[in-house]
């Protein structure tokens, strides 16, 4: 079996998988939300690529329903909004409300409830929105300034495949979900998005570029496997 793992800006990480014997093109995604392409040994990777991304919205639609975590009073949500969860049993529905550093919920169910837990989820979209767009466009503004980069613009929104992409007008658009890594990977996405704004593909001169900037970005690259662009109590010190 012949493997090849690439990046695709409308997708993300895609795992394209070559087997014999294999007749047509197969897409599926796995318990982590890893993306993977079966296909006949014979066919061009561009084939496999070409297929997913003819899937794009079959492969957003499913990554939603992976890995939902369950989130508890105290969990801190992006990088200053703390959960806080009140139980009021003589209250008639749940309500949820974004404070400048937390988000509370008060309900008349258990919060494993699963609509309790879609209520707390929904919240935490509009709470990790509202720090994206405060913090990362000036990151990003000062990142570019330090190394000597320009770019048209940038917006954040919910991107689940993907932690941000770069067109080839140079707008620059980031996931929301961003905020709840670390520091140095959301500066590893920052960089690999500015760094696309003069390289469009991931070659040799893509790496010799970002290696000046970001001497461990193969490193950083493998950490941020471990996290997917959905609302996640990271348990991360504010700060980091």
């Given at each position: 079996m012949a493997q090849k793992i690439i990046y695709v800006p409308e997708i993300g990480e895609l795992i394209l998988s070559k087997r014999r014997g294999a007749t047509?093109?197969?897409?599926?995604?796995?318990?982590?939300?890893?993306?993977?392409?079966?296909?006949?040994?014979?066919?061009?990777?561009?084939?496999?690529?070409?297929?997913?991304?003819?899937?794009?919205?079959?492969?957003?639609?499913?990554?939603?329903?992976?890995?939902?975590?369950?989130?508890?009073?105290?969990?801190?949500?992006?990088?200053?909004?703390?959960?806080?969860?009140?139980?009021?049993?003589?209250?008639?529905?749940?309500?949820?409300?974004?404070?400048?550093n937390s988000i509370t919920v008060t309900s008349p169910y258990d919060i494993t409830s699963p609509r309790v837990q879609k209520k707390i989820h929904q919240v935490s979209e509009k709470a990790l929105k509202a720090e994206a767009e405060f913090l990362l466009p000036q990151r990003l503004e000062a990142l570019?300034?330090?190394?000597?980069?320009?770019?048209?613009?940038?917006?954040?929104?919910?991107?689940?495949?993907?932690?941000?992409?770069?067109?080839?007008?140079?707008?620059?658009?980031?996931?929301?979900?961003?905020?709840?890594?670390?520091?140095?990977?959301?500066?590893?996405?920052?960089?690999?998005?500015?760094?696309?704004?003069?390289?469009?593909?991931h070659g040799k001169e893509f790496w010799d570029d970002f290696k000046k900037i970001t001497p461990n970005a193969r490193i950083l690259q493998k950490e941020i496997r471990a996290y997917k662009p959905l609302v996640q109590a990271y348990k991360i010190i504010p700060g980091k």
């Amino acid at each position: 079996m012949a493997q090849k793992i690439i990046y695709v800006p409308e997708i993300g990480e895609l795992i394209l998988s070559k087997r014999r014997g294999a007749t047509n093109m197969r897409l599926s995604i796995n318990a982590a939300g890893k993306i993977r392409v079966g296909m006949p040994y014979w066919a061009p990777y561009q084939a496999g690529v070409a297929f997913a991304k003819s899937k794009a919205d079959w492969i957003n639609k499913n990554l939603a329903t992976h890995s939902v975590q369950l989130l508890q009073d105290g969990d801190l949500i992006g990088k200053s909004h703390r959960l806080k969860f009140v139980y009021k049993p003589l209250q008639k529905t749940t309500i949820a409300k974004v404070g400048a550093n937390s988000i509370t919920v008060t309900s008349p169910y258990d919060i494993t409830s699963p609509r309790v837990q879609k209520k707390i989820h929904q919240v935490s979209e509009k709470a990790l929105k509202a720090e994206a767009e405060f913090l990362l466009p000036q990151r990003l503004e000062a990142l570019a300034k330090r190394h000597g980069y320009e770019y048209k613009s940038v917006q954040t929104r919910k991107l689940i495949s993907r932690w941000g992409s770069c067109s080839s007008t140079k707008i620059i658009t980031l996931s929301y979900y961003l905020v709840q890594l670390p520091w140095s990977l959301i500066d590893y996405v920052l960089v690999h998005e500015l760094i696309h704004t003069r390289h469009m593909n991931h070659g040799k001169e893509f790496w010799d570029d970002f290696k000046k900037i970001t001497p461990n970005a193969r490193i950083l690259q493998k950490e941020i496997r471990a996290y997917k662009p959905l609302v996640q109590a990271y348990k991360i010190i504010p700060g980091k």
